[in-house]
């Protein structure tokens, strides 16, 4: 399950677009945050997760945060000021079992196109012409359609599908997706397939397509509602903060982890009716010279602090690539590890941990904006080595505490299964 958001120029306080997801997933699949160059390639065909397909002379550079197992990424960047995510729609259409990936959908276009329109088109054609399909989830089955934000500098778009039917409308301000279709009648683009069908009287492209069963339980529509009315209430003043914000946030306040909701934008894994957590966020600035692209690179942006990272700058050493097993020398694992122990005893000491990452995060953005234009190649590493001492500082302070019987056994499961040590 994931969140997505976009603002655009017109509705952000320093009028540029602001582009932000929270990525979730299964609790022990670890996302890999990295950097891919340009790069020239004579292979006629490259190998995404599931299917081949034909390969370019050159792909662009591109920043991801991709699930381990996948070729696709959940979200992601490159060099020419574009982003783009993709969240899990359920409709009435049958998945086909194998076929290109809404992940792999992300990483294509990222790597072969410049602007938002140009991705909506190259998008649409490989849904027409190839369709989409394939597992989403590494240890369990789920299939899926997808729908997307896909945003540069100077326009945002949304996306949504259900098999090779398509709807797209340019944002105007601000839009929020999750994982329920949200366009009715008044899209700007369609595939001819929906054209035909909308001449049927009330026609709703949500409403025919949607499959309400897989939809309600989701809670899509309720996170959406709650992301959209976050924009609109601070249209004109949207910051880098404010988004920051929103993707931490909780349905209840003050937050116990044991009695999150699916309904949570920032999502704590909870069992069988809640089996996603919060696996990776990004939030990115895009700007006509030099875009400004925050990863957490960890789960649960409430515990985390987004970092900056430029396509000019310094990539940081992320230890060794994670996978669904713990392993002290990823990075990812490394956090991960800290942030279930926290979560044993999260209502004893959130409050004053987040005091130390707000300061931290407060900082670190300052220093960005220092340095923006001096494209500082230490600044991402030095934000790197902030979290590192934050994380080291509260392994030193918290004493984990005793879940809930329930809860405890699904985290023992989880634990055991991914040979995390207590």
């Known amino acids: 399950m994931c969140d997505i958001l976009v603002a655009t120029p017109r509705a952000t306080e320093k009028g540029i677009m602001i582009f932000a997801k929270n990525s979730d997933r299964e609790p022990n699949e670890a996302q890999i945050l990295e950097f891919i160059p340009r790069m020239k390639h004579e292979d006629e065909k490259v190998k995404l997760t599931y299917v081949e397909f034909s390969q370019v002379r050159e792909t662009y550079a591109v920043l991801l945060s991709r699930p381990w197992w996948m070729w696709g990424a959940e979200m992601g960047a490159n060099e020419f000021g574009l982003a783009m995510g993709n969240t899990a729609v359920f409709t009435k259409l049958k998945v086909s079992q194998r076929g290109i990936t809404g992940m792999d959908i992300i990483r294509l276009a990222l790597e072969r196109t410049k602007t938002s329109r140009e991705a909506l088109e190259f998008i649409v054609s490989l849904i027409e012409n190839y369709g989409q399909g394939g ?33 797209a409308k340019k944002v105007d301000a601000v839009y ?12 700007d683009l369609a595939s001819d397939s929906v054209e035909r069908l909308s ?15 897989y939809t309600h339980f ?5 996170r959406r509602a709650f992301t959209y009315k976050k924009l609109r209430e601070a249209e ?13 946030s909780h349905q209840r306040e003050p937050f116990e982890p044991a009695n999150g909701s699916m309904k949570d934008i920032c999502m704590h894994y909870g069992g069988l009716t809640r089996p996603s957590q919060t696996a990776s966020s ?21 515990l985390s602090i987004f970092k900056p990272m430029f396509f000019d700058g310094t990539f940081p050493d992320l230890g060794e690539a994670p996978t669904d097993k713990y392993n002290p020398k990823s990075y990812w694992w490394r956090f991960e590890a800290f942030h279930r122990r926290f979560q044993t005893n999260y ?14 995060q407060a900082r670190i953005i300052e220093r960005e904006r220092e340095l923006r234009d001096k494209k500082s190649k230490e600044l991402t590493l030095w934000a790197f080595e902030e979290e590192r001492k934050l994380m080291e ?5 918290i004493e984990e505490g005793k879940l809930p019987f329930l809860y405890g056994r699904n985290w023992k499961k989880v634990n055991e299964e991914a040979g995390v040590q207590k």
């Open 199 to 213: 001449k049927k009287a009330n026609f709703s492209f949500a409403r025919y397509f949607s499959d309400k069963f």
């Open 282 to 302: 990004q939030i990115s600035e895009l700007r006509k010279s030099l875009s400004t692209h925050w990863f957490t690179g960890t789960s649960l942006p409430c």
């Open 176 to 187: 929020s997706i999750s994982n329920a279709l949200t366009i009715e009648d008044e899209w």
């Open 218 to 222: 989701a809670h899509g529509r309720e």
């Open 347 to 360: 209502r004893t000491y959130f409050h004053e941990f987040s005091k130390d990452r707000d300061a931290i």
């Open 135 to 167: 597992n989403g989830s590494y240890r369990h089955k789920l299939f899926y359609h997808n729908s997307f934000i896909i945003a540069d500098p100077r326009e945002a778009w949304v996306l949504e599908t259900a098999g090779r039917h398509w709807v």
């Open 393 to 397: 500082k509260w392994e030193g302070i």
């Open 236 to 248: 004109g003043e949207i910051t880098l903060e404010y988004m920051m914000e929103i993707l931490r």
